[in-house]
């Protein structure tokens, strides 16, 4: 088993889960010919504190992602699937995953309360996804776990661009649960939305389809630093900006 996933996470220099994802939810390849190995090695070159492993068939994702991503790299490793019994996050921590994600969205009280003790009782971190006041106040034992709020819906398959308004307007019951990391999740394409999140008061951003598209990464992530370190925020509403995320003010 690697470090914790939280603590690397928290002491980043570069607070950014990268996610290894092969397509998005429209089926469109994300790894544009790339090996597992080679995206990880990118990845790691980039800073990474852990990596983000989408199993989830409806992107393309299997177990054997999960076990090729955990032979290649030592970092701590989220597996993002529809986990909704205990024999997912036993295999999980088989292959190799540090972090589980649970979706409260699509778990009654009782299921989540059991999995978030399941996963901890193991060793992994519970990364438990909200995208309602409701949902982030039955977060069990929030203090142990870390709570995203993912900005794209379950209910839509996750297609459209997600609304990082969500992120900022959730942040508050977030942190009131008592999760000691709060991570904004999905639908973050450019370097000053990551640096905003994490300015408003994240501890982390979590990111698949914007780095996997990336043209350069390393230039990505220098543009994230760069915003980081403003003084003043960038001009955060562009066009693009404004037709992807309505409510992102
Ligand atoms: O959200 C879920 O419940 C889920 C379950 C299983 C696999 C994936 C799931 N969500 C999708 C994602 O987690 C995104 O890939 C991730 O948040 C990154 O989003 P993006 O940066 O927009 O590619």
């Known amino acids: 088993m690697t470090a914790g996933f939280t603590e690397a996470l928290l002491g980043a220099r570069r607070p950014v889960i990268m ?10 390849d994300l790894f544009g010919g790339r090996s597992v190995a080679r995206i990880v090695a990118e990845y790691q070159d980039a800073g990474a504190p852990c990596l983000s492993v989408v199993t989830g ?7 054997d992602l999960l076990r090729e991503v955990a032979e290649a790299t030592d970092l701590p490793l989220l597996q993002k699937d529809f986990i909704t019994r205990r024999g997912q996050v036993d ?19 009782s299921t989540l309360g ?8 193991l060793g992994l971190t519970p990364f438990v996804e909200v995208t309602t006041e409701e949902e982030s106040r039955r977060v069990p034992r929030a203090g142990e776990c870390v ?12 297609r459209g661009a997600g609304d990082l308004g969500r992120s900022l307007s ?23 939305e990551a640096a905003r999140l994490i300015r408003e008061g994240f501890a982390g951003v979590l990111i698949g389809t914007g780095l996997l598209r990336a043209g350069s990464l390393p230039e ?19 066009a693009e900006s404004v037709e992807s995320n309505d ?3």
């Open 19 to 28: 996610e290894l994802k092969r397509q998005d939810a429209a089926g469109r």
């Open 57 to 63: 068939r409806w992107f393309g994702g299997t177990q």
């Open 91 to 109: 295999e999980a921590r088989e292959t190799g995953a540090s972090a589980v994600l649970l979706t409260a969205a699509l778990l009654p009280r």
């Open 114 to 121: 059991n999995l978030v003790d399941h996963s901890l009782r």
């Open 147 to 158: 709570v995203a709020v993912n900005n794209k819906d379950i209910a839509t398959r996750e």
């Open 170 to 192: 959730l942040l508050p019951a977030v942190r009131s649960g008592g999760t000691r990391c709060p991570v904004s999740a999905s639908g973050i394409r450019r370097p000053d």
């Open 220 to 238: 990505w992530l220098d543009d994230f630093d760069r915003c980081r370190d403003a003084t003043r925020p960038p001009t955060w509403r562009s």
């Open 247 to 249: 409510t992102w003010r």
